[in-house]
């Protein structure tokens, strides 16, 4: 299967395909606050960050410092000028290999990342290392068995691939196209 190009083609349009309003990102913001102690500050781990859609937010609703990890060089590149943060430091690294320190963060995030991840045990077993234990770890995925059929499935058929491996619903619940899944280190 073709990995996903973000360092060849989407850095340049990660940013304008999926803004987030400001009002949404308040909404996650206060869904992450829901499960989380009330003492600040906390540190994140934005794991996967990209262009840094999530992470200024982190360290601004939170009062921390946040860590955006992120294999591709190109979306650092783009998160560094463009979702700089006196807070926030990018780093170069993936979920197989976290560059933190052990128990190092209250909260880790993975927003639409987990069905990149290769070796997931290995992702596991980093994140387990790096959250503080009670910690909290947020994974956001869509489900598998409800992507609607897409425009970029036909232009680029390698990401319907891709795509596929996210989890599946099932019989749960069909309204809704994607979770918000909590978990506690
Ligand atoms: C759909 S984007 C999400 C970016 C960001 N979390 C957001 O919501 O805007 C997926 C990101 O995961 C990164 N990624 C791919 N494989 C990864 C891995 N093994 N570990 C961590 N991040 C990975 C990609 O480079 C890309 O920036």
Not at 34 to 52: A, E
Not at 171 to 184: A, C, H, I, K, M
């Amino acid at each position: 299967m073709e990995k996903v190009d973000y360092d060849v083609r989407l850095h340049a349009v990660y940013d304008a395909g999926r803004r987030m309003s400001a009002e949404a990102t308040r909404t996650w913001m206060a869904a992450f606050a829901r499960h989380l102690p009330s003492p600040r500050p906390l540190t994140w781990l934005d794991l996967g960050s990209g262009s840094g859609r999530m992470t200024p937010s982190l360290a601004t609703a939170f009062g921390g410092p946040a860590f955006g990890v992120e294999p591709s060089a190109r979306m650092r590149t783009q998160a560094i000028a463009r979702a700089g943060h006196p807070a926030v430091t990018y780093v170069a690294g993936s979920a197989e290999g976290i560059p933190l320190p052990a128990a190092s963060c209250d909260a880790a995030l993975l927003f639409f990342v987990w069905h990149h991840v290769a070796d997931r045990a290995a992702a596991a077993r980093e994140l387990r290392r790096v959250v503080k234990p009670g910690g909290k770890l947020f994974v956001q995925v869509n489900f598998a068995d409800l992507m609607p059929d897409v425009w970029w499935f036909r232009a680029v058929p390698e990401w319907r691939e891709v795509d596929a491996a996210l989890p599946t619903l099932g019989d749960g619940p069909q309204n809704e196209t994607s979770t918000l899944l909590v978990f506690e280190a």
